[in-house]
């Protein structure tokens, strides 16, 4: 059975950051495309920054280009998602998910939401 876990929500002030973590232990997660979604209060969830196998793409959602940035620890099997300068709009539960489809970008799985397995999701609240 396939576990994501993702961890490093809170609950911050406008300008600070956090650093999100989604961890996999039954499988490799390099192996897989990576995303981090997020869903806001009375919203729809939305892709916001997608990492392909073996970075050779990433993608930013427009709202977050600049602020955030997806990275890989492979040794730790973890796939992280700095985010900077956080604003109140940024609040909302964030997932990560893996996209096992070979030939799907990063920007395509994260505007398509496209992910095979979820995790839990973790909360994040910004004030103001």
């Known amino acids: 059975q396939v576990h994501l876990v993702e961890s490093g929500g809170g609950l911050v002030e406008a300008g600070e950051s956090l650093r999100l973590s989604c961890a996999a232990s039954e499988f490799i997660l390099d192996d897989y495309g990576v995303g981090w979604f997020r869903q806001a209060p009375g919203k729809e969830r939305e892709g916001i920054s997608c990492i392909t196998v073996g970075d050779t793409n990433t993608f930013y959602a427009d709202s977050v280009k600049g602020r955030f940035t997806i990275s890989r620890d492979n040794s730790n099997n973890t796939v992280y998602l700095q985010m900077n300068n956080l604003k109140p709009d940024d609040t909302g539960v964030y997932y990560c998910?893996?996209?096992?489809?070979?030939?799907?970008?990063?920007?395509?799985?994260?505007?398509?939401?496209?992910?095979?397995?979820w995790g839990q999701g973790t909360q994040i609240t910004v004030s103001s």
């Open positions: 998910a893996i996209d096992s489809h070979p030939l799907r970008g990063a920007q395509a799985m994260c505007i398509l939401t496209a992910g095979d397995y």
